[in-house]
């Protein structure tokens, strides 16, 4: 069963899931401590209205609130996702090939499929490449962990390794 820190390695969403209220809390601070830049007798660009005159405190409790809530909705992403792929380790495992790889900058569309009594089951996993995901190649045969509440998703088990 693959640890926090492996799914969150290698899933794509519980990584970007975790990071955006990091980033979120980032440029909180930013306007904390420098403010939005003014320009235009004192109107915030982008802004447009009476909110574009905010005072500079106001601005940083905004984004400070804001930065709050993307780490609430973060953090409850990637608990969600840390479950479902767990859970998903704990049921049944089968043998599928991997299809097709998207790759991309850091990140990639891994298509895989199973044999499903007769009927194939086709799927997409969104991930982040790393050491482990980076060794897997198309036509490649994979172990699939199959969610024993949803069986229509699997996960790559060597992708968690």
């Not at 420098?34 to 982008?46: H, M, T």
């Not at 895989?112 to 036509?139: K, M, W």
């Amino acid at each position: 069963m693959p640890g926090f820190r492996c799914i969150a390695r290698t899933d794509f969403l519980t990584l970007v899931a975790l990071l955006a209220p990091l980033v979120a809390l980032v440029l909180a601070a930013v306007v904390g401590w420098n403010g939005l830049p003014r320009v235009n007798a004192g109107r915030v660009p982008l802004l447009s209205g009476d909110a574009a005159e905010a005072p500079r405190g106001e601005l940083a409790r905004i984004a400070l609130a804001l930065s709050g809530v993307f780490a609430v909705l973060g953090a409850l992403v990637a608990a969600w996702r840390v479950r479902v792929i767990r859970r998903a380790f704990s049921g049944r495992r089968v043998e599928g090939v991997i299809t097709r790889i998207v790759a991309f900058d850091d990140r990639a569309y891994v298509h895989y499929e199973h044999d499903s009594g007769g009927a194939p089951q086709r799927h997409v996993h969104f991930v982040h490449l790393s050491a482990s995901t980076r060794r897997l190649v198309e036509g490649q045969r994979v172990t699939l962990a199959l969610d024993r509440d949803r069986p229509s998703r699997a996960f790559i088990v060597e992708a968690f390794e």
